[in-house]
């Protein structure tokens, strides 16, 4: 009897040392994502932490989904937001596209405005400088006027800080475009890659 209870005892310390880990949870991923940005500030900490510069972007309504694999890399598509004069027969609109190399790091934040309603234009390139403007203050990042460029539909490709800034307009038929991408130094994919190939939900 007692060679029986040893033999099990055996067999149960046996099983337990087969169990294979269990896998983190969502809660623990973001946990320990937390930690690992913890000293991370401004354009490291805004490239380094997906699921918080995701959220602080839809503070401002752009209703991005989750960063997600989408082609060669990761990307979040935000929904169109009305920029001016909502009755507007075509309002000027904006956007903003999320893409990166891995779920862990974003190289590309790229914020577009679409121009179709020309008489509320102004309205709208203000409000587009106010948020963008307003999501660099959240990481202590002052864009030391560079972002004046697009009330005044100027090209613009520089630095802020340490991240690679370009403003483009493309003045279509229908519509201009202005955007504004903010790339990180050591970015190792053209964005424009991947947004292609992500899907909105």
Do not use: H
């Not at 805004?46 to 989408?70: D, S, V």
């Not at 038929?173 to 504004?180: F, G, Q, S, Y």
């Amino acid at each position: 009897m007692r060679a029986l209870s040893l033999l099990l005892v055996a067999s149960a310390a046996l099983a337990g040392c087969n169990q294979q880990p269990a896998e983190p949870t969502l809660a623990q991923n973001e946990a320990a994502a937390r930690e690992a940005a913890a000293d991370l500030k401004g354009w490291d900490r805004m490239f380094g932490f997906p699921t918080e510069t995701i959220g602080r972007l839809n503070q401002y309504g752009y209703r991005l989904p989750a960063y997600a694999a989408a082609g060669e890399g990761f990307a979040a598509n935000g929904a169109d937001i009305t920029l001016s004069q909502s009755d507007a027969k075509t309002p000027n609109t904006g956007s903003v596209v999320v893409t990166g190399p891995t779920a862990e790091a974003i190289d590309s934040i790229a914020f577009t405005l679409a121009l179709t309603d020309d008489a509320n234009a102004e309205t709208a390139k203000k409000r587009l400088t106010d948020i963008v403007r307003a999501f660099l203050f959240q990481y202590g990042i002052d864009d030391q006027k560079a972002l004046d460029a697009i009330a005044k539909e100027q090209a613009f490709d520089g630095m802020i800080g340490t991240a690679q800034t370009v403003i483009a307009i493309d003045k279509g038929d229908a519509a201009r475009t202005l955007t504004v991408t903010f790339r990180r130094p050591s970015a190792t994919a053209p964005a424009e890659a991947m947004v292609g190939n992500s899907q909105q939900p």
